[in-house]
C-alpha cells in the first residue's frame, strides 16, 4: 500500500503542545472509550460445549455449536494489521490495541472518507511498541500498514498494573497496563525521548493533556484520570512515588 513511508499527522517530536498542561491537565475524566469485546460469551459456551457431566447427545451437540458461534464471535474482534478497513462492515466501532511494533515501521490512520487525499485524515501516527486506536462511529476508513493484528480491548479499568515501563514501549493504559503515579526516565539525550499524557485514544489534539521532548531525566506524574501514557525514544520508566 505504500502507506509505511507517511509522517503522522499527529507525530509530535520535537512539538509540545502549548498551554495543554495547565488547562485540565489532569481534570478531565479518563479512560478512553473501549472497544466492544465478545471474549465473555467463550467461558459459557465452554462449559455448554461438554454438556451436562455424564450427559451426551442433544446438549453436547448444541454446546458444540454454541462454542463454534463464540469462537467465531472471538474472531472478529480482531483484525488485520495491513489493510483498509470500512468502518461498520470491516471494523466496528470501539478501541483497538497492536503489540510488539517495532522500528516505527507501524502506520495507521482513521478517514472520514475513501478519498485518499490529505483532508479526509482525522488522525495518524507510526507507532513503536504498542498502540491503542479508539474507531468512532463518524469514520468511514481504517487504514493499516506494518502493523501486528489489531484486537478489541476490554474495560481500561482491568489488569495488573505495572511500575516500569519501556521507554519505547508505545501507549501504556492507565490504571490497565501501568499504575498512576510518578514515573521518572533518565539519560536521555538528543531531544529523542518524547512522551504524551493523554484523555482518550482519538489522537487528536484535544486528546492530549501534557506532552514534552526531553534531555537528560524526565519526571511526569501519570493521573489516575489520563487515559494513557505514551513514550517513544525515551529510556526505561520507573515509578517513584
Excluded at 118 to 124: G, Y
Excluded at 217 to 229: E, G, I, M
Aim: with cysteine; glycine share 18%; net charge negative.
Amino acid at each position: 500500500m505504500g502507506m509505511k513511508g507517511k509522517i503522522a499527522l499527529g507525530a509530535v517530536v520535537g512539538v509540545v503542545v502549548i498551554g495543554v498542561a495547565s488547562a485540565n491537565a489532569g481534570e478531565n475524566g479518563g479512560g478512553g472509550t473501549s472497544g466492544g469485546s465478545t471474549k465473555g460469551s467463550s467461558a459459557s459456551a465452554q462449559r455448554e460445549a461438554g454438556g451436562e457431566k455424564g450427559e451426551k447427545g442433544e446438549k453436547g451437540d448444541e454446546g458444540g455449536k454454541g462454542a463454534h458461534r463464540a469462537a467465531a464471535a472471538e474472531k472478529k474482534a480482531a483484525f488485520s494489521g495491513d489493510g483498509d478497513f470500512q468502518v461498520g462492515s470491516d471494523v466496528k466501532p470501539g478501541t483497538y490495541r497492536s503489540t510488539g511494533n517495532s522500528d516505527g515501521m507501524c502506520y495507521w490512520e482513521r478517514a472520514k472518507d475513501a478519498s485518499g487525499e490529505m483532508d479526509s485524515l482525522l488522525a495518524n501516527d507510526n507507532v513503536t511498541g504498542t498502540s491503542y486506536v479508539t474507531v468512532k462511529a463518524t469514520d468511514k476508513l481504517f487504514t493499516s500498514s506494518d502493523c501486528n493484528d489489531w484486537e478489541a480491548v476490554a474495560d481500561q479499568a482491568k489488569g495488573s498494573p505495572a511500575s516500569r515501563m519501556a521507554g519505547d514501549g508505545g501507549m501504556f493504559g492507565v490504571g490497565a497496563d501501568i499504575a498512576p503515579g510518578t514515573y521518572k526516565s533518565t539519560g536521555n539525550t538528543d531531544d529523542s525521548c518524547y512522551w504524551e499524557r493523554t484523555k482518550d485514544a482519538e489522537h487528536g489534539i484535544d486528546s492530549v493533556l501534557a506532552n514534552d521532548n526531553v534531555n537528560g531525566t524526565a519526571v511526569v506524574k501519570v493521573s489516575a484520570s489520563d487515559a494513557y501514557f505514551k513514550t517513544t525514544g525515551c529510556k526505561d520508566w520507573t515509578k517513584t512515588g
